[in-house]
């Protein structure tokens, strides 16, 4: 009787392990900073905080240059009166599961070329290159150029946004409604998952509401 609850006591702990490895597989933690305040969990139904990313030394891109609450205007609207869906996912380039999403993710960004989507990735590579091990961490345009993927990176130099998203983990995806609505969130890269599928299935009902 012993020997039978000593097997499945290492039959649970080896299920536990099992677990840890895949999730360590999946996403990995950001490390925390000396900020104070609590993270803030956004999910689906919430509205997206605005934000002001650089695009280029002394060039930011807006999010209320593609979409804003029911009833405001865009920022531009003159030069840019269209709403966008807006995709946004957070990344590294010391990441390994954003690598294997970036691929799947170039797909659906391509996919959807010509129409009203926006897709951007938001790079902190630079927000946590001072933290131990990640001081040697790739510049993330030349290192996703090697790799082919051909998206707008938008860089989160000092991790504002990350912290505006509550976003702890990596990589973390954000589907955006033409009005400022998220309306899909995404923790990690599992592999087996129909990632373009159901981001191509979201987007393109989106693209149809009014």
Same mark, same amino acid.
């Given at each position: 009787?012993?020997?039978?609850?000593?097997?499945?006591?290492?039959?649970?702990?080896?299920?536990?392990?099992?677990? $840890?490895?895949?999730?360590?597989?999946?996403?990995?933690?950001?490390?925390?900073?000396?900020?104070?305040?609590?993270?803030?969990?956004?999910?689906?139904?919430?509205?997206?905080?605005?934000?002001?990313?650089?695009?280029?030394?002394?060039?930011?891109?807006?999010? &209320?240059?593609?979409?804003?609450?029911?009833?405001?205007? =865009?920022?531009?609207?003159?030069?840019?009166?269209?709403?966008?869906?807006?995709?946004?996912? $957070? $990344?590294?380039?010391?990441?390994?599961?954003?690598?294997?999403?970036?691929?799947? =993710?170039?797909?659906?960004?391509?996919? $959807?070329?010509?129409?009203?989507?926006?897709?951007?990735?938001?790079?902190?590579?630079?927000?946590?290159?001072?933290?131990?091990?990640?001081?040697?961490?790739?510049?993330?345009?030349?290192?996703?150029?090697?790799?082919?993927?051909?998206?707008?990176?938008?860089?989160?130099?000092?991790?504002?946004?990350?912290?505006?998203?509550?976003?702890?983990?990596?990589?973390?995806?954000?589907?955006?409604?033409?009005?400022?609505?998220? &309306?899909?969130?995404?923790?990690?890269?599992?592999?087996?998952?129909?990632? !373009?599928?159901?981001?191509?299935?979201?987007?393109?009902?989106?693209?149809? !509401?009014?």
């Amino acid at each position: 009787m012993m020997e039978s609850k000593a097997g499945w006591g290492l039959v649970a702990v080896g299920l536990l392990l099992t677990g $840890f490895i895949q999730a360590q597989d999946s996403s990995v933690s950001i490390p925390k900073d000396n900020g104070n305040g609590e993270t803030v969990e956004l999910k689906a139904g919430d509205l997206a905080p605005t934000w002001a990313i650089m695009a280029a030394p002394g060039k930011f891109e807006f999010l &209320r240059n593609w979409t804003v609450a029911r009833g405001k205007p =865009l920022r531009k609207p003159t030069t840019q009166p269209d709403r966008h869906v807006v995709v946004m996912s $957070f $990344f590294a380039t010391w990441c390994k599961p954003c690598m294997k999403e970036l691929p799947h =993710l170039q797909k659906v960004y391509e996919h $959807f070329q010509g129409q009203n989507v926006k897709f951007f990735l938001v790079d902190i590579t630079e927000a946590t290159r001072s933290n131990k091990g990640f001081e040697d961490a790739p510049k993330a345009k030349p290192f996703l150029t090697e790799k082919g993927i051909t998206m707008p990176i938008l860089y989160d130099i000092r991790g504002v946004t990350k912290k505006k998203y509550g976003v702890e983990t990596l990589p973390r995806l954000f589907v955006i409604d033409k009005y400022q609505t998220i &309306r899909l969130t995404k923790h990690g890269f599992h592999d087996g998952e129909d990632f !373009e599928g159901e981001l191509i299935s979201v987007i393109s009902d989106l693209l149809q !509401e009014e």
